[in-house]
């Protein structure tokens, strides 16, 4: 698997069909993209395409065609070909080449450089012999490629979709220079908002930092109570440890993995200062029996919705189900930015005010601090990267449910000896994880790994059996079992129905 850069030659040998030459450039190209290699045009060579084109098509025509219409087709059947492929962008540091022999050349060797894992594709002798970044069509199609292996999370196809918009976006930043809380930033969260249905959403550094922002909001403090599951990632516990509260683990409906809404009560104490369940694996919890219960004690209710947003739950969102609802958009999230964020969302404006200012030391105007904050805020460059993958969020979502329905239907239709996810009729999953149960995980896992099908347990180990949060209070049996059960296999919205079979498979 390689990213190939194509050379101009390549490209118009192909586009003019160039006797002894295009049919090796298209299997190279052909090959390239069997083996989940992506092919780059440089779009520095726009105007040399146009030109070499052009002068192409009157040659090939015996110059009975006018320059004005050799050109229009030109343009024409360079868009064609265009479109198939991803453009690859000439950077500013593209520029500083006037000392080489080929200033040309020596752009398109620069730019080859930042692929990863990238080949330029040309048949020309000077820039085959500028170094190893530079190989022949027919070198190409002579090297052997490896097998081609299932990322357990793909990115780079969805990054093709939208590179255009992506850089746009953050070069956009780059010029304006408004690194802290930039208009980008409030973009994001009033779309936010409007995608989620409530009326307020506060960008903020990571999804651990939501949840630690909502709950300083809520006022909880050294030895409150929390209600919440012991199966889900360590940060949910450990942000209410750290307030110096105590998570009180409630343990979870071995169907859904959620927490068991009817085993709350019996845990709610005096000092129980909220409720916080987990949309785990992309489903939501249970809300209407959570608020009902919440409603009853008069106590607020924080969705930890790290891995459900664009999940919904009768017809409702995630993230807008309960008092605050908090999600984080760390790179392998159902929406996951290019780095660290993440994101409160409430309809309450009091509570708005307050999360606003948490976010910013606790500031409501400059250099005045009513009370205790953090430094929580989301990065200008990392709500532009947001915004441009926000756009085709709704399709992925889509997407991400099919590819879960697909699983459950293979194996189903195999007859395997695993249970599949259970999606209570109301809810929608935006299968965060798709997550199995097998009775011999080890077995299981190794079988994948032997077909270099990468696994993963989410989680090993339940946060009342954590050193740091280790508590034995309450029996939760159904969570400590099913921590030895669950694997997840691999999950992206772009996981073809082939790879799955091969998923599958691999699993009889
Ligand atoms: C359930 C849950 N809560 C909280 C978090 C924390 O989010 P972040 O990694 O953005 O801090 C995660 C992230 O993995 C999560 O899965």
Redesign the pocket.
């Known amino acids: 698997m390689s990213n190939l850069l194509l050379d101009v030659n390549i490209i118009i040998d192909i586009c003019i069909k160039r006797e002894s030459y295009w049919q090796y450039a298209l299997e190279a190209l052909q090959r390239c993209q069997n083996t989940s290699g992506q092919v780059w045009i440089y779009t520095g060579s726009v105007q040399t395409l146009e030109y070499v084109l052009t002068g192409e098509l009157i040659k090939e025509t015996d110059k009975e065609i006018s320059s004005k219409k050799a050109h229009k087709l030109a343009k024409d059947i360079l868009e064609r070909f265009c479109k198939q492929y991803n453009w690859l962008a000439s950077l500013a540091d593209d520029g500083n080449v006037w000392g080489d022999d080929d200033p040309e050349d020596a752009q398109l060797y620069k730019a080859v450089q930042r692929l990863s894992d990238g080949l330029l594709l040309t048949r020309d002798k000077r820039l085959l012999q500028r170094g190893s970044f530079a190989i022949s069509p027919e070198q190409y199609t002579s090297i052997t490629q490896e097998k081609k292996s299932i990322p357990f999370i793909e990115l780079q196809r969805q990054q093709s979709l939208i590179r255009p918009q992506l850089e746009h976006n953050i070069h956009k930043v780059l010029h304006h220079g408004k690194y802290i809380l930039g208009a980008e930033v409030q973009t994001l969260e009033e779309k936010l908002a409007e995608f989620v249905g409530v009326k307020h959403c506060i960008a903020v550094s ?6 630690l922002i909502a709950m300083m909001a809520l006022g909880i403090k050294q030895g409150d109570e929390v209600i919440t599951t012991p199966f ?2 360590i ?2 516990g450990e942000m209410i440890a750290l307030l110096g509260a105590k998570p009180v683990f409630v343990d979870i409906d071995p169907r859904t993995y959620n927490i068991d809404p009817d085993k709350i009560e019996q845990a709610i104490t005096t000092k129980t200062k909220a409720i916080m369940p ?1 949309s ?1 694996y992309g489903q939501c919890a249970e809300f209407d029996k959570i608020n009902a219960l919440a409603e009853k004690h008069q106590l607020p209710v924080i969705e ?1 919705g ?2 459900s947003l664009g999940a919904t739950y009768k017809g409702k969102q995630s993230c807008s189900l309960s008092t605050i609802g ?1 999600t ?3 790179p392998s ?1 159902p929406l996951g930015g290019y780095g ?3 994101a409160c969302f409430t309809d309450n404006d009091e509570l708005a005010l307050l999360m606003r200012q948490i976010r910013v030391h606790g500031q409501d105007r400059r250099y005045h601090h009513p009370q205790i904050g953090i430094n929580g805020r989301m990065d200008t460059l990392q709500a532009a990267i947001l915004l441009a993958k926000l756009e085709i969020f709704p399709e992925e979502v889509e997407k991400r449910r099919l590819v879960g329905e697909n699983y459950t239907k293979l194996i189903h239709d195999n007859h395997l000896r695993i249970i599949s996810p259970h999606i209570e009729p109301y809810n929608t999953s935006v299968y ?1 994880q798709y997550t199995i149960q097998v009775n011999h995980r080890e077995d299981t896992i190794q079988k994948l790994n032997n077909t270099n099908i990468p696994t993963a347990v989410h989680y090993p180990v339940p946060l009342n059996q954590q050193p740091s949060l280790e508590t034995k209070i309450f029996k939760l049996s159904i969570a400590e079992a099913l921590s030895h059960k669950v694997m997840s296999l691999p999950m992206h919205p772009y996981l073809g129905i082939e790879e799955q079979k091969m998923i599958i498979q691999a699993l009889c």
């Open positions: 990571s999804g651990t930092d939501a949840l889900t990632f940060a949910t987990v785990l930890d790290a891995q908090c984080s958009f760390f999230k660290d964020s993440g965060a």
